[in-house]
């Protein structure tokens, strides 16, 4: 059981606008910078958003990420079919000496 | 282009010890913001950090696995090695290594290796 929670699924048609949350704790989402990553069946995952809202070079403007307090969100407009994937949240936190976390994972299904 | 590449036993039995090298390329480990860290994903599960260590030789590790990992770094061969003590079933996963960016825009794993399966088992 991660400390930071995403919800296991999501789903939406294609064209359509989804979002998918993150939530922690002042220890790690309230207190340090989140990134995402989408990682498709067999590959590794792959660095979507950085510092909360970045995005790197070859990443979509049709992806985006926004935090507020101890949650985060990751937006996903005009959903296409090669978006189907597994996308986790992770931010360091403060506690423990110090740690990355990662959120459980959230499977995005294209009706 | 900065490259990744996870090498190690692909099986290994019940209480060995398990010995992973990450290898890379095109950036340095002596350089200020750079870091390397392993994360492993067990079959159909989630992803799990377990150690990272910095361009200062600082090292952080997951706090439940933390009396059984260790993690150097040898920068003249452009390595980072990962050892897991008394290795149990449970631990059969993908290993991952990813370069670690640390900067104004915290930490971050910008560029992953594709990782290498290890299976425990008798």
């Known amino acids: 059981q991660s400390v930071v929670t995403q919800p296991p699924s999501a789903s939406g048609t294609p064209g359509q606008r989804v979002t998918i949350s993150c939530s922690g704790s002042?220890?790690?989402?309230?207190?340090?910078?989140v990134n995402w990553y989408q990682q498709l069946p067999g590959t590794a995952p792959k660095l979507l958003i950085y510092?909360?809202?970045q995005r790197p070079s070859g990443v979509p403007d049709r992806i985006s990420g926004s935090k507020s307090g101890t949650s985060a969100s990751l937006a996903i407009s005009g959903l296409q079919s090669e978006d189907e994937a597994t996308y986790y949240c992770?931010?360091?936190?403060?506690?423990?000496?110090?740690?990355?976390?990662f959120g459980g994972g959230t499977k995005l299904t294209v009706l | 282009q900065v490259t990744l590449r996870e090498s190690g036993p692909a099986l290994v039995t019940p209480t060995q010890t398990l010995t992973l090298t990450c290898t890379f390329s095109?950036?340095?480990?002596?350089?200020?913001?750079?870091?390397v860290s392993w994360i492993r994903q067990p079959p159909g599960r989630a992803l799990e950090w377990l150690a990272l260590?910095?361009?200062?030789?600082?090292?952080y590790y997951m706090t439940s696995l933390r009396t059984r990992l260790t993690i150097s770094k040898d920068t003249s061969k452009n390595q980072v090695v990962l050892t897991m003590t008394n290795m149990d079933p449970v631990d059969t996963a993908t290993y991952y290594c990813?370069?670690?960016?640390?900067?104004?825009?915290?930490?971050?794993?910008?560029?992953w290796g594709k990782g290498t399966t290890v299976t425990v088992s008798s």
């Open positions: 002042s220890s790690n989402v309230g207190s340090n910078f």
């Open positions: 510092g909360n809202n």
């Open positions: 260590i910095d361009w200062e030789d600082d090292k």
């Open positions: 992770a931010t360091w936190d403060d506690s423990l000496n110090g740690h990355w976390v």
């Open positions: 990813a370069r670690t960016l640390s900067g104004y825009s915290g930490y971050y794993m910008d560029v």
């Open positions: 095109e950036f340095s480990l002596n350089s200020r913001g750079m870091c």
